[in-house]
């Protein structure tokens, strides 16, 4: 009789519910297939030759052989293997923008909503400054003023990326510092590090998963943004730069290199779209 | 109401002050010295001395900053590296070209978003909203620079139906020019905004007045336009006032895409020859117009929603 009325936690309840949604394990493979063409490349096992000319300039794609099948560049250079060159520079920008942004954003809302008062302010006067300029402004001009390149548009993405989660963080701690599991443990002895990461925490890092899909979607909108204005990769294709490439090359016919790089980026951003909506129905125990 | 207004207007200082430092910080300290640059490498250690005096970049850096707080103030941002005119003078140059795209694209895109909202609403969970929603989320996919491209490809070049490229100033003529832009702006937002409307309008359906109002007998279509939107405008309104600084900045890809000389194009111009001063200038602009925008959010729920005070 008492396994009947089992308890579940949040996290297996939410994994239960995202294995019955088909759609969203299928985008989570995509994403997976993508992440593993990204790795691959980055240990240069696939695509690592994307410099070596493969056929004449500007020759259709063929199925013939595996690296004409998006067809060539100018140059001669499979368009197959840039877009998997710029897979790998596409999911290091989401990745490592990620790893820079969520514990700014993570620390800075957790610090704002469990001490309020000047802290509060503080951290709020800055992110509303940050969220005050236009994402696009303020990326542009992070990037101009670092020198262009993977490094400086790593840190653009990271610096103006954290305000939606601190948000999200601000708010959830202010709700959860005053609940009565929370002053249990505080009569009980906890120090504030142990009630901020031992109690508050667990109870809404799932946030954190929902704004990851979010800020990784972002990222990889914004490198083909920069890139294509000349202000993200430099020297080596990415599929911004494929598309800057391309857009000239359009009026010759010549659509398979455009093709390459917005069917790439479009196949990516629709998985992390649906993913986003599923890890939110099931994880935000407001939906439910 | 004016108390009101005075004290909303008081609290953007901090903000407008915190946008002046983050753009000062960045261009005035983490930047490197724009002289070396805007001489070439043949200058002489004299002539990079004059320029540096001549911009004020011998000041110490509280002058420097107090400086640009005068100019933001007095909207005068000196001059171009790039172009030599007046910044300010760019920057007001630009505003109507913008707004020639972008109001109309605004306005249609808004149009067709919640009145498309208001039908899967309606709908809700049959095969025309579920069918809507897959459209959006995939429309919402496709990279803007694929419309962009695509559409100018083969919409202006391959069938004629639209100029590939340029800008008249005279009245009709640039609706000619704009027309395409505009089409492909709503393209792109429409999927964003119809899944937003759609769930602050679902949102209102639940609600009790809803039933009582299909209660009283009121037919479907006047259930929701008088009752349902009325109540979905806080939200509505948030999204639409937070797009009105992207409405002067104009879809700033389809102003370069399409040679329309407005705020974006000036923008991408000052990337490529890397003129700080304009994007120095634009920064705190669209910042002071997406402030500009909070306020009249906050304005707009007072007079849209009367449980919200003047407090």
Redesign the interface.
């Given at each position: 009789m008492n396994a009947a009325i089992q308890g579940r936690s949040l996290w297996s309840d939410a994994l239960r519910r995202l294995m019955k949604d088909r759609l969203a394990l299928v985008c989570f493979g995509i994403i997976v297939v993508y992440a593993l063409a990204a790795l691959l490349a980055q240990f240069g096992l696939i695509a690592a030759s994307w410099n070596a000319q493969v056929g004449a300039a500007y020759q259709p794609p063929s199925f013939d052989r595996l690296d004409t099948i998006m067809g060539t560049d100018i140059f001669g250079r499979s368009v197959f293997y840039k877009v998997i060159h710029g897979t790998r520079i596409a999911m290091s920008v989401g990745l490592v923008s990620s790893l820079i942004s969520v514990p700014i954003g993570l620390a800075l809302g957790a610090l704002a909503g469990y001490f309020g008062r000047w802290v509060d302010d503080l951290i709020v006067?800055?992110y509303?400054?940050?969220s005050?300029?236009?994402g696009?402004?303020?990326l542009?001009?992070?990037t101009?003023?670092?020198?262009k390149g993977m490094t400086a548009m790593y840190f653009a993405l990271g610096a103006t990326s954290w305000v939606h989660l601190a948000r999200v963080m601000r708010g959830e701690f202010i709700k959860h510092k005053s609940r009565d599991y929370v002053v249990a443990a505080e009569s009980l002895g906890a120090t504030h590090a142990s009630r901020i990461f031992r109690h508050i925490f667990p109870n809404v890092s799932h946030f954190v998963i929902i704004n990851l899909s979010i800020q990784f979607m972002g990222a990889i909108?914004a490198e083909?943004?920069l890139s294509?204005?000349?202000?993200g990769v430099q020297g080596q294709p990415s599929w911004?730069v494929m598309?800057d490439d391309?857009?000239l090359e359009?009026?010759r016919g010549v659509w398979w290199q455009?093709a390459g790089a917005?069917s790439a980026?479009?196949?990516v951003?629709?998985a992390f779209?649906?993913l986003g909506?599923a890890l939110r129905d099931a994880l935000d125990p407001k939906i439910k | 109401m004016f108390v009101y207004l005075v004290r909303k207007l008081i609290g953007t200082i901090?903000?407008v002050f915190?946008?002046a430092?983050?753009?000062f910080i960045?261009?005035n300290m983490?930047?490197?010295d724009p002289t070396y640059q805007m001489l070439g490498k043949h200058a002489t250690a004299q002539q990079i001395a004059e320029l540096r005096h001549e911009l004020g970049f011998d000041q110490p850096k509280y002058l420097q900053f107090l400086q640009f707080l005068k100019q933001i103030v007095t909207f005068d941002f000196g001059r171009s590296y790039a172009t030599k005119q007046q910044i300010s003078t760019m920057i007001l140059d630009g505003i109507t070209p913008s707004l020639t795209l972008t109001i109309p694209a605004f306005f249609f895109t808004t149009l067709i978003s919640v009145l498309i909202g208001l039908l899967v609403a309606y709908f809700r969970g049959r095969i025309v909203d579920k069918l809507t929603v897959v459209l959006c989320?995939?429309g919402?996919?496709?990279?803007?620079?694929?419309y962009i491209?695509?559409s100018q490809?083969f919409l202006a070049?391959k069938f004629g139906l639209f100029p590939i490229a340029g800008y008249d100033p005279e009245w009709p003529d640039r609706l000619v020019y704009v027309a395409l832009p505009i089409l492909i702006s709503v393209l792109v937002s429409v999927g964003y905004d119809v899944r937003f409307y759609r769930t602050a309008i679902l949102e209102e359906t639940g609600q009790d007045y809803v039933r009582t109002a299909r209660a009283k007998g009121l037919s479907e279509p006047r259930t929701y336009l008088k009752h349902v939107l009325k109540n979905s405008m806080v939200p509505i309104l948030t999204n639409l006032v937070m797009e009105i600084?992207?409405l002067v900045?104009g879809a700033?890809?389809l102003e370069s895409f399409f040679g329309i000389p407005g705020l974006g194009g000036i923008?991408?111009n000052a990337?490529?020859n890397?003129d700080?001063p304009v994007?120095?200038a634009?920064?705190v602009f669209?910042?002071l117009l997406?402030?500009l925008g909070?306020l009249l959010t906050d304005i707009t729920y007072t007079l849209v929603d009367p449980r919200v005070s003047f407090k």
């Open positions: 006067w800055f509303t400054t940050i005050s300029i236009p696009i402004m303020l542009i001009a992070i101009l003023v670092l020198g909108k083909v943004i294509f204005l000349g202000l911004g598309i391309a857009k359009l009026a455009l917005t980026m479009f196949f951003v629709l779209n649906i909506d | 901090p903000t915190g946008v430092l983050i753009v960045l261009f983490v930047g490197g989320v995939f919402m996919s496709v990279p803007v620079l694929a491209l695509f490809y070049y600084p992207l900045l700033f890809l923008t991408i990337v490529h890397s700080f994007i120095k634009m920064s669209m910042s997406y402030i909070n």
